[in-house]
């Protein structure tokens, strides 16, 4: 197995977006998350992180970037961002007041678990788009896929935080990795969002 390689990337470009690592927190351990297998996404130096960084960190991080190349800002790391809600909400009000880009999280739609609450209330105004890992079709699939630390239960919550969030966010978008889900299961995803009424993206796998 390969060393871990640590940096400080805080932000790092994915196509037109910027994308921002807040942490290396997560519940899951999902059999094809890229963390298995290496240190950094998308051509990026390491995003497991020396420290987790603070609001303070990141902004700075943010004032170093020519914002004209991007056309939003994306939580997404080497981590769930909802684990540091509270700092994500900061850097997104942020965001929205000296920025003015769209602001999407990609989560494993597991915030509730963590924070054992509702947090779909408080994305209200400051985040565009919610892209929700839906992974599976059944419960037992979901967890043997993430292998999440909340157990069984994680597949029901995560479904009724995406019904919950269309509330509070503009764009609730589900995703399946085309490569580790048959035809079938992406049919049966198909029925599972517009029972919820969000979009499903079948996404490739990523590298
Ligand atoms: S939820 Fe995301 S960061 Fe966490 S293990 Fe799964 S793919 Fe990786």
């Given at each position: ?18 994308y ?5 927190k ?94 779909a209330?408080?994305?209200?105004g ?82």
């Open positions: 197995m390969k060393p871990i390689e640590k940096a400080m990337t805080i932000t790092y470009p994915v196509r037109t977006g910027l921002i690592n807040l942490t290396n997560c519940p899951c351990a999902c059999t094809f998350c890229l963390r298995q297998n290496g240190s950094g996404a998308y051509g990026s130096d390491p995003l497991w992180l020396e420290h987790e960084p603070s609001v303070e960190e990141v902004i700075e991080s943010l004032k170093s970037r020519d914002m004209s190349q991007f056309t939003e800002i994306v939580f997404c790391g080497y981590g769930e961002p909802t684990e540091r809600l509270p700092e994500l909400l900061e850097v997104a009000a942020y965001i929205k007041e000296h920025i003015k880009l769209p602001v999407r999280i990609n989560t494993n739609g597991l915030g509730n678990l963590i924070w054992k609450r509702d947090i209330p408080e994305l209200e400051l985040i565009d788009t919610l892209s929700i890992s839906l992974n599976a079709t059944t419960p037992e699939q979901y967890l043997a896929l993430t292998r999440s630390k909340f157990g069984i239960e994680s597949f029901q919550a995560m479904l009724d935080f995406a019904k919950e969030a269309k509330h509070y966010v503009p764009n609730v978008v589900m995703t399946v990795v085309d490569q580790v889900t048959s035809k079938e299961e992406q049919e049966v995803s198909r029925q599972i969002c517009d029972e919820i009424g969000v979009t499903l993206r079948i996404r490739p796998l990523e590298s």
